[in-house]
C-alpha cells in the first residue's frame, strides 16, 4: 500500500516561512515526480511545484516562483517544500502527490496525501 504523509502546516504571519514534508512508503519511487497541489477556501485544486525523485528537475507555478523551493532528502523518501515570504494568498490545504508524468494537471497523479493546512495571516 502507497502511502503519502504530509505535515509542517500551520499559522504564520504574511511574509513568514514553512516547511512542509510529504513522506513516502509502500513502493519504489525511483520512476515518479512528486508534486505538491494547494486548495484555497472555495477554489479548484491548483498545482504549486513539482520535483523528480532524483531532485534534479523541479517545475515551479508562475505564482510561488522565487518564493518556494521543493527538493527531496538524500534518501529520497521525503520531499519538503520550502515557503519563503509567505502572502495571505497562500493560505491553503496543501497536498503532496506521487505521479509518472511531470505535469502540472492533479488527474495525472496516482497517490495523495490527506493535506495539510496553511494558514497566512496579514
Known amino acids: 500500500q502507497v502511502l503519502l504523509v504530509e505535515s509542517g502546516g500551520g499559522l504564520v504571519q504574511a511574509g513568514g516561512s514553512l516547511r512542509l514534508s510529504c513522506a513516502a512508503s509502500?513502493?519504489?519511487?525511483?520512476?515518479?515526480?512528486m508534486g505538491w497541489f494547494r486548495q484555497p477556501p472555495g477554489k479548484e485544486r491548483e498545482f504549486v511545484a513539482a520535483?523528480?525523485?532524483?531532485?534534479?528537475?523541479?517545475n515551479y507555478a508562475d505564482s510561488v516562483k522565487g518564493r518556494f523551493t521543493v527538493f527531496k532528502d538524500s534518501a529520497k523518501i521525503t520531499g519538503y517544500l520550502q515557503m519563503n515570504m509567505l502572502k495571505p494568498d497562500d493560505t491553503a490545504v496543501y497536498y503532496c502527490?506521487?505521479?509518472?508524468?511531470?505535469?502540472?494537471?492533479?488527474?495525472?497523479?496516482?497517490?495523495w496525501g490527506q493535506g495539510t493546512q496553511v494558514t497566512v495571516s496579514s
Open positions: 502527490a506521487a505521479g509518472q508524468i511531470p505535469t502540472s494537471r492533479p488527474e495525472a497523479y496516482n497517490y
Open positions: 520535483v523528480n525523485w532524483s531532485g534534479q528537475t523541479t
Open positions: 509502500g513502493r519504489p519511487f525511483g520512476d515518479y515526480y
